[in-house]
């Protein structure tokens, strides 16, 4: 096997070991307190009641009706597992084909044989596990379903909307495929939308309007978000969210060390590596050619704007910064910024054969390691957890069940629970699974 068979065997290997983590990650995830109301609301009430009462008392959030595809269309709780492990795969996969398909449009690529096609969908699902593990806050974003699908499936389709923007074939669906972003990145967390809009601002005046669907994909955005956040339930929600964190005690970041720590945790590391590796190994096996030139304003622009909003959000919504959840947008944009500072250099340093062979066997045995460790504890969570509620189900109406306590969540959101069997959370996760007994967990 030539060398270049050897770089390409370590990244479809890598691929691999990512497709299989987070297979099992998302098939792991279980229903939080928000998912639980969400999928309540489904039993019990019609889209049009959902809609109407989002608009006058909660957050009016179009992406949010995506939940009905995980938790709203079936109110039996053992498909739940299935059906969100089928959307977070549908969500992630049209972020490695948005990538796929961005990476040939921007590089003018011409993949004739499929060896080249296979390299390129494994870097693009390289691409998808940087973004893992350059995440702030991973078990949220990653392992909770309403901050996967108000948070990353926005990111998802802002890159899927870049690609239909910037190809060079038109078609007539391309403003269908814009609308339907646009609903679903402007009906995605508030401060997302407001973050693209000025990142993509100098780019619709240097362009002197010329672009046609860009032009549509930002006034079409602006009026989604405008519908999204200027309703009744806003208003309401921000209000109930001051009263709750001012009756609720919250771990507060306000020490700007602390703050900064936050972008140099060791599994970034982990994230820097994967795009440079991927970025070697493309120039390496593919080749491209290309003579545009980088204007590295367009990049910190994007950074510097959604760290602004976030911490505005943050500091006068929440009150706190202990949201880190909040941070994926600023995630994303380091993440754009690192791929192309990893491009820069990627095409100097393959000639070093030493270091492009240790680079590329260096992510192999780390994404080996991690998803040994990970992916048995990962299964034993949900198992466990099935098992629970399970043996819960079976108990008389009417009767405390006292259990010591779930098991320990592994890269996922857990619901809590409490002591007290008619805590509201306790009470919540009986209607969610059919319980009739009243359960108490010491721990």
Sequence with gaps: ??????????????????????????????????????????????????????????????????????????????LYPYNILSLFLFISSVFVFSTYKLIVEIFNLNLPSLKEKTTLVCISILFFTSLYFLTT??????????????????????????????????SKLDYLWLTISTFLIGGSAEHITPSVLLAIAPL?????????????????????????????????????????????????????????????????????????????????????????????????????????????????VYKSFSETRLLFMVDFALFIAINVFALKFASKLKGIRFLLSGLTIAPTFILLFFCFRHIPRLRYFANQHDETVSYLKQQPSNQVITISAFPDSDLTNQALMYSDPDNEENQLFCRFYNIKAKVSVKN
């Design 204 to 316: 619709v005046f240097s362009i002197k309007l010329k672009n046609k669907k860009l032009l549509y994909f930002t006034v079409v955005l602006i009026c989604v978000y405008l519908i999204s956040v200027i309703t009744p339930g806003t208003l309401y929600r921000i209000n109930t969210t001051n009263e709750y964190i001012s009756s609720h005690s919250s771990s507060q970041i306000v020490s700007p060390v602390n703050f900064i720590q936050l972008f140099f945790q060791p599994y970034k590391i982990i994230g820097v590596l994967l795009l440079f590796v991927s970025w070697m190994v493309f120039t390496k096996t593919i080749n491209p050619q290309y003579s545009f030139t980088i204007r590295w304003r367009y990049f910190f622009l994007p950074i510097i704007t959604s760290l602004i909003i976030t911490l505005a959000v943050a500091g006068f």
């Design 137 to 170: 806050n991973r078990i949220e974003i990653f392992g909770w379903m309403s901050a996967f699908i108000t948070h990353f499936m926005p990111v998802a389709f802002i890159v899927f909307s870049a690609w239909i923007i910037i190809k060079k074939t038109n």
């Design 1 to 78: 096997m030539s060398l270049n068979g050897w770089y390409r065997a370590a990244i479809y290997i890598c691929a691999f070991l990512s497709v299989c983590f987070f297979v099992v990650l998302f098939f792991s995830i279980r229903c939080e307190p928000d998912d639980m109301i969400t999928a309540l609301k489904f039993r019990t009430q019609s889209f049009s009641q959902i809609i109407y009462n989002d608009y006058y008392s909660n957050l009016f959030r179009p992406a949010a009706l995506i939940s009905f595809f995980s938790v709203g269309y079936s109110a039996n709780p053992y």
